[in-house]
C-alpha cells in the first residue's frame, strides 16, 4: 500500500454552514468507503494556510487516489491534491541504493 496525502481547501459557501459542514464531511467519508474500501485512513486534519484540511491515508494503487481526490470535488472542495509520501525510512533506502 502506497501513503498518499490529500490536501483540500473548500468553497467558501460550504464553509458558511458549519452545522451542513460536518454533515457533507460524513456523507464524503460515508462514500470514499463505499467506493474505495481498501483505503486505510491515517490522520485527519483542519490546517491553516492555503489548505483546509490533510488527510493522510493509504491506497493500493493511484487510481484509488484519484478517486479520493475526485469524491472530495463532488462535495465541497474547490481544490483537491494528493501527493504520494515515502516513509523516512524507505526515502534512506532509496537513496542509498541510488547513490552507491
Do not use: N
Amino acid at each position: 500500500m502506497a501513503t498518499f496525502i490529500l490536501m483540500t481547501k473548500l468553497s467558501p459557501e460550504v464553509l458558511e454552514k458549519p452545522k451542513e459542514r460536518a454533515k457533507k464531511g460524513k456523507e464524503w467519508l460515508k462514500k470514499v468507503k463505499k467506493v474505495c474500501p481498501d483505503v486505510k485512513w491515517i490522520a485527519h486534519y483542519s490546517i491553516l494556510g492555503p489548505y483546509d484540511f490533510m488527510d493522510i491515508y493509504e491506497a493500493d494503487s493511484v487510481e484509488t487516489a484519484h478517486k479520493v481526490s475526485l469524491i472530495s470535488r463532488t462535495y465541497g472542495a474547490v481544490s483537491a491534491e494528493s501527493w504520494e509520501a515515502l516513509p523516512y525510512e524507505q526515502y534512506l533506502k532509496v537513496l542509498k541504493d541510488t547513490l552507491k
